[in-house]
């Protein structure tokens, strides 16, 4: 198997890695968990999308450059090589997305792609309930018949990007009698239609990151029904192998970072010989898990592109890219010792104290990594139920 990039992909890659050198805004944007760091990530989805570069393995009919899954992984690895802006729009794009392609209507993707490539309309998740994180067959918010529409009732929570986006997509119950894991469908609903009210949550930073959402007999119609009624499951684990597989967690994410503690090693190795010394193996163990997500990724794009499918290996993907985060950014903080601890100018933690605390979650979203687990094993490894 050849890992490496055509003449193709390069060519594409000096021409990416031009236009975000001169456009990647700086100073950086605010963080987008406020409102006026949330516009502005979404001024500059909408830049991204003039330009053609917000989606660039889409069909130009949705404002894509009808390329490949080849040139979206060199794409990516250009943006986070000049540390451009979190994607504001990565639910829409990198989740909700891949679904509309595989389940939607043409009606539904004239209607929906577009606005989401270019940051018009941003997205959130709505999956988690109070009794149902980890357990998502556990939903008891429902959707009933009425009038020719539905009606929507219940509650959603940890709703990433919720306490500012204009649409949410999730599961509802729509036949309450039915087994768990069927009986539910999959609804693209708008955030300001009425009985929906959201409620921000603020993070230990005071930022709102996340929305808990109601919905009081909110109306939809059928035209907002992504897939087979009562078929929801199927349609929401679509979703859930593009979160644990390829579209969410880029290669490039890891590996730029771990060029960042490489450097970040060096550089304290001066000032704290026997602390680097000591964390010298880790360091190199860090650079070897992301280049090896970076090569497993390349190989699982090549799956792809021949017919193949990501299937419930996607789980052991998700274990492997949580934990190899969450490595980087810890070791980067035993590098810096106290040092870590430093606030910016603006009173924020450091950039590697902000990654820490982040990738402490990669283990719960996305499916916690104990259920991986347990898919990987069932379902991967063929070992019985205990």
Known sequence: MDLRFGDEQERFRREARSWLESNVPSPKLPSLDTPEGFEAHRAWERTMFEARWSVVSWPERYGGRGLGLLEWLVFEEEYYRVQAPTRVGQNGIFLLAPTLFEFGTDEQKDRYLPPMASGEEIWCQGWS???????????????????????????????????????????????????????????????????????????????????????????????????????????????????????????????????????????????????AARLGDAVARCLVDAEAYRLHTYWTATKVLAGGQVGAEASMNKVFWSETDLAIQRTALELLGADAELLDEEDRPGAWLDGYLFALAGPIYAGTNEIQRNVVAERVLGLPRP
């Open 129 to 275: 309930e109070p009794d149902a994180g980890s357990d998502l067959a556990a939903i008891r918010s429902r959707a009933e018949r009425g009038g020719g529409d539905w009606v929507l009732s219940g509650q959603k929570t940890w709703c990433s990007r919720g306490a500012f986006a204009d649409w949410l997509f999730g599961l509802f119950r729509t036949d309450p009698e039915a087994e768990r894991h069927r009986g539910l469908t999959y609804f693209l609903v708008p955030l300001d239609a009425p009985g929906v009210t959201v409620r921000p949550i603020a993070q230990l930073d005071g930022e709102t990151g996340f929305a808990e959402v109601f919905f009081e007999d909110v109306v939809v119609p059928d035209a907002q029904v992504l897939g087979e009624v009562h078929e929801g499951w199927g349609v929401a684990m679509a979703t859930a192998g593009s979160e644990r597989g390829l579209s969410l967690r880029s290669p490039a994410r890891y590996t730029e970072a771990a060029g960042r503690l490489e450097s970040l090693y060096h550089q304290r190795a001066g000032d704290h010989p026997a602390r």
